[in-house]
């Protein structure tokens, strides 16, 4: 993985097996996003081995498990803030899927992007 001043190698990691297999461009994505838009990003899951990913009932075809996703913690965003975020997650051909009743922000970039407010 390409280091970054905004996040720590081990935000990315597996919880389970300490594993990072992120994808190049989904991070320099995430890292342009991240730069261009100076909001600070807690980063609460990113890559999951399938084991993990079964033990938290996460999607079948999950994007973590590609290295292509993850979620972070919106709870200390403005509402301008994460109203910025979902606009500008399209210029970098993310995906976002927000949860404002759990509190976090799903990134992925699937093939065809996706905005959902769930």
Request: include cysteine; charge should be neutral.
């Amino acid at each position: 993985m390409n280091p970054s001043p905004f996040f720590k190698e081990d935000e990315f990691y597996c919880p389970c097996c300490d594993m990072a297999a992120m994808h190049e461009d989904f991070l320099e994505a995430i890292y342009k996003l991240r730069a261009e838009t100076g909001i600070p990003m807690r980063i609460t899951s990113a890559f999951r081995c399938k084991k993990e990913n079964t033990r938290i009932n996460g999607a079948k075809n999950s994007y973590h498990v590609r290295g292509r996703a993850l979620d972070w913690d919106v709870t200390r965003l403005s509402s301008n803030d994460i109203y910025e975020l979902i606009y500008d997650v399209q210029r970098y051909g993310l995906s976002i899927i927000y949860y404002p009743s759990r509190g976090f922000m799903h990134l992925d970039n699937r093939k065809t992007p996706i905005f959902l407010v769930l």
